[in-house]
Nanobody
Framework: QVQLVESGGGLVQAGGSLRLSCAAS????????MGWFRQAPGKEREFIAT????????DYADYVKGRFTISRDNAKNTVYLQMNSLKPEDTAVYYC???????????????????WGQGTQVTVSS
């Protein structure tokens, strides 16, 4: 398994942008599909975006399409989540996760991921 550490969270005004990073340990980062999830207070953790290891294909939850972009840099063992046009409802703890699976449909599910980071708080003020 890989060890994951998120960074880049913080407080931002509505309409602003943040870029989250997730650094992975180990030499096999390129063989993992990566995902971002979030959990708001009192709510279940939900899928945001994923990028596969096999083809770098991406998939997004409908509520972030056009606003968020996931990308990966295998040379840096890092996956990113660029978040633009942030809204107060985007306030949550954001988690990255790693999976050996390559199916985009499967990668929308928490159960497909074996490794998780500790999370980073994103707060969007109105």
């Amino acid at each position: 398994q890989v060890q994951l550490v998120e960074s880049g969270g913080g407080l931002v005004q509505a309409g602003g942008s943040l870029r989250l990073s997730c650094a992975a340990s180990g030499r096999t980062f390129s063989s993992y599909s990566m995902g971002w999830f979030r959990q708001a207070p009192g709510k279940e953790r939900e899928f945001i975006a994923t990028v596969t290891w096999s083809t770098d294909s991406t998939d997004y939850a409908d509520y972030v399409k056009g606003r968020f972009t996931i990308s990966r840099d295998n040379a840096k063992n890092t996956v990113y989540l660029q978040m633009n046009s942030l809204k107060p409802e985007d306030t949550a703890v954001y988690y990255c996760a790693a999976s050996r699976r390559a199916s985009r449909s499967a990668l929308t599910l928490e159960s497909s991921y074996a490794s998780w980071g500790q999370g980073t708080q994103v707060t969007v003020s109105s």
